[in-house]
């Protein structure tokens, strides 16, 4: 059972790190001269997101 509520929640991680890269590449091809702001701005929200992802390892190991 606990596998399941992993595999949810690495849909939910994959569906976040693709967001935060959508909006990085919007907002790099808008503003070029941003895009090591905007980068660092991303690995941030990638690095939030699969944290999540590991929690949720975490919790599914220990069920």
Do not use: D, N
């Amino acid at each position: 059972m606990g596998v399941i509520g992993y595999g949810l929640g690495v849909i939910g991680a994959g569906i976040g790190i693709g967001l935060a890269a959508h909006g990085a590449a919007l907002g790099i091809a808008r503003q070029p001269e941003m895009q090591s702001r905007l980068f660092t701005i991303f690995i941030l929200g990638a690095a939030f997101s699969e944290a999540l992802a590991l929690i949720g390892l975490v919790l599914a190991l220990i069920q």
